[in-house]
Nanobody, 124 residues
Framework: QVQLVESGGGLVQAGGSLRLSCAAS????????TGWFRQAPGKEREFVAA????????IYADSVKGRFTISRDNARNTVNLQLNSLKPEDTAVYYC?????????????????WGQGTQVTVSS
């Protein structure tokens, strides 16, 4: 099993920045990739970004390209998501997810482990 704990959410004004972190514990050697998803009230969970622990280019949703950056710290088993130029439509609960098989995907059904989420609220 892999446990994921997100942190770093909060309230920020439009145009501001936040940094989310996802700390993994447990059988972390079984993790091939980590992704971030978000879910706004009344909407389906949507893909934000994902990165492979073995290297390679991360992938991003079109809506966040150029504004959000995903990075990993293999030594600390942590994946971060830097959110810049935030917009009110970025308001959502942000979830960290881990995948225990090779491959990098934007489909949330491809991920095996999930954190509890952290709230990001962007005011206009």
């Amino acid at each position: 099993q892999v446990q994921l704990v997100e942190s770093g959410g909060g309230l920020v004004q439009a145009g501001g920045s936040l940094r989310l972190s996802c700390a993994a514990s447990g059988r972390t050697l079984s993790v091939y990739a980590t992704g971030w998803f978000r879910q706004a009230p009344g909407k389906e969970r949507e893909f934000v970004a994902a990165t492979s622990w073995g290297g390679g280019k991360p992938i991003y949703a079109d809506s966040v390209k150029g504004r959000f950056t995903i990075s990993r710290d293999n030594a600390r088993n942590t994946v971060n998501l830097q959110l810049n130029s935030l917009k009110p439509e970025d308001t959502a609960v942000y979830y960290c997810a881990a995948r225990a098989s090779p491959g990098l995907y934007s489909d949330y059904g491809r991920y095996d482990y999930w954190g509890q989420g952290t709230q990001v609220t962007v005011s206009s």
